[in-house]
């Protein structure tokens, strides 16, 4: 079975610049996570997606960053324009549902200068 | 106060210790607990998941959950260089729509 598909895997940006990160969930997964990890920190939570739905994006800061899962399978999350605290590895995961074991993709490591 | 504390580390420790991992919480609310491994520049995979008070067995890993005392453990048996990686606790508060808190992860050596 393929795994979480992330791309690309390393980027580096200068600040004020967008950058976009792509996520392919294991096939049949309807919820979809983005997960951002600063260096020595756990992952934190930025949006959930039931299918095409937004399940919570309570910690999403929407004045930067978008999320799109248009057609309930790949995923997109934008950020425009970074800032340097944006340096993070950004993790998506995907599960069979809700309440199912979430399997993270490698990650995007993500540098803003 | 965080929601989830755990110790940074860095831990080292012989081959074929016993390792205890630890992780303390605030919110009574959780009522379920992961364990996570991640190895450098992969992502997080799941170890052990419990949601019930005491310890939870599986070949040599062992987690452990007081709820009383909001304090859980993992423990590795005969510990193997390939076990040197990060580890994360994880919580969650409502089974059925899995919203997990993430500790901050404890970075393990495991030394041959």
């Known amino acids: 079975e393929a795994g979480v598909a992330q791309s690309p895997r390393y980027k580096i940006i200068e600040k004020r610049q967008s950058v976009a990160f792509w996520c392919n969930p294991i096939s049949g997964h309807a919820t979809l996570y983005w997960y951002q990890q600063i260096l020595g920190q756990g992952p934190k939570l930025l949006i959930q997606?039931?299918?095409?739905?937004?399940?919570?994006d309570s910690q999403l800061p929407k004045d930067r960053f978008s999320a799109e899962r248009l057609k309930g399978v790949d995923s997109t999350l934008k950020i425009q324009p970074a800032k340097l605290e944006d340096s993070a590895v950004y993790l998506c995961a995907s599960s069979f549902t809700s309440s199912e074991t979430q399997y993270f993709g490698p990650g995007t490591r993500l540098l803003v200068l | 106060q965080k929601e989830v504390e755990q110790d940074p580390g860095p831990l080292s420790v012989p081959e074929g210790a016993i390792v205890s991992l630890n992780c303390t919480y605030s919110n009574s609310a959780f009522q379920y607990f992961m364990w996570y491994r991640q190895y450098s520049r992969k992502g997080p995979e799941l170890l052990m998941y419990?949601?019930?008070?005491g310890n939870k067995e599986d070949g040599r890993f062992t987690a452990q959950v007081d709820k009383s005392s909001k304090y859980i453990s993992l423990f590795i048996r005969d510990s193997q260089p390939s076990d040197s990686a990060t580890y994360l606790c994880a919580m969650g508060t409502n089974f059925g729509n899995e919203k997990l808190t993430f500790g901050t992860g404890t970075r393990l050596t495991i030394i041959p």
């Open positions: 419990t949601y019930s008070s």
């Open positions: 997606f039931q299918n095409n739905g937004v399940v919570d």
